[in-house]
């Protein structure tokens, strides 16, 4: 209708000039305007919906699985521990942080379309993902194969080589390994960072944990400085040197001393790095993580932050993820143990 009204006042104008001409102009510049409009209107709707699409896409999803509870209070808090870690990632836009309570969910579902799975939980020959005869490490890996962001925290970066260590290495890089690692309960100083996303607003910091340290790397990479192998790109974050008597022990278990950790004396080793693997995805290992109390420390836990962000392949903040925990959050969630006598 409104375009008749149009082609109309078109032939009222000319109308009684007997220019056959004039109508004939007028109307084709009438149809281009028209046609033209039509095109803006048309790509300010694929515009608009594409970013409404975009917008969605860009959510990502963090699945942090938490072991069954272990160790006396405060220690090994795997289930408040994956409680905290969300609390801090609720406030950062476009990313969804789901925890699973107690070990492997019974409903897989919660990992349907996750960008990134961590799981802080014990490990060794009991370790969660190599139950079931190796389905669950079949499952990673297709998870792995996808892309998706894998970490491993504390206890759970320890399996047994001819178990799932080969698995760890294609994931993380790399794995905590029986009397090849060590586990001394020690306070490292980190004073300096690669530049990375994960190290974003992370400050100078020293704390005492357990702080596990030789690794079994891909490639037999040291821990002390950055590397590539076969399309993996390694880089320590969290790195510290520790003293003649750190490596001399007592080391947890067992007691130590082994020969080849002393005579690595003087090199520095990594208790947190990440990689990024050749099928795009991206994963960390964490060592720290024994003392929940730790948490409340601001540095300890903005670059553990930063690392899920950033194996979900999700915006690390410049100033990295601010967050804050008061005493009461530290004693929430926690598991009912025994206090050690």
């Known amino acids: 209708m409104c375009r008749h009204r149009g082609l109309e006042a078109v032939r009222s104008r000319c109308s009684g000039r007997g220019e056959r001409l004039c109508y004939s102009f007028h109307v084709y510049v009438f149809l281009r305007v028209s046609l033209l409009k039509s095109i803006i209107a048309f790509g300010l709707l694929i515009t608009s919906a594409f970013s409404f699409g975009l917008a969605h896409a860009e959510t990502k999803k963090i699945v942090l699985v938490a072991g069954k509870p272990s160790h006396p209070p405060r220690m090994h808090e795997f289930n408040a521990g994956v409680q905290l870690m969300a609390k801090c990632l609720s406030g950062v836009p476009e990313v969804d942080v789901q925890f699973v309570l107690n070990g492997w969910p019974q409903d897989e579902t919660v990992f349907d379309d996750a960008d990134a799975v961590v799981f802080f939980m014990d490990g060794g020959g009991k370790h969660e993902i190599v139950q079931q005869d190796g389905r669950r490490l079949k499952l990673i890996d297709q998870w792995a194969e996808r892309g998706v962001g894998l970490g491993f925290m504390h206890y759970g970066v320890e399996v047994l080589a001819d178990q799932a260590g080969n698995e760890m290495k ?56 950055s590397g590539a192998s076969a399309g993996m790109k390694f880089v320590p974050i969290l790195v510290a040197v520790p003293s003649a008597d750190v490596r001399d022990g007592p080391y947890v278990y067992p007691r130590g001393p082994y020969p080849h950790i002393q005579a690595s004396e003087g090199r520095a080793e ?66 009912p143990k025994r206090p050690r006598r």
Not at 186 to 213: C, L
């Open 270 to 335: 990594a208790m947190m790095w990440t990689v990024e693997r050749e099928d795009g995805g991206r994963g960390f290992g964490f060592t720290g993580g024994h003392f929940h109390d730790n948490w409340g420390n601001d540095n300890f836990r903005k670059v553990v932050l930063n690392g899920l962000l950033w194996i979900a392949q999700a915006e690390v903040p410049e100033g990295g993820v601010e967050s804050s925990l008061t005493s009461q959050d530290l004693d929430a969630n926690l598991d």
């Open 170 to 225: 294609r994931w993380i890089g790399g794995h905590y390994e029986h009397l090849f690692s060590c586990n001394p309960i020690w306070q490292p100083a980190f004073e300096s960072f690669p530049e990375h996303p994960v190290t974003r607003g992370v400050e100078p910091f020293e704390i005492k944990d357990e702080w596990y340290f030789n690794m079994r790397f891909v490639s037999d990479f040291s821990g002390d400085r």
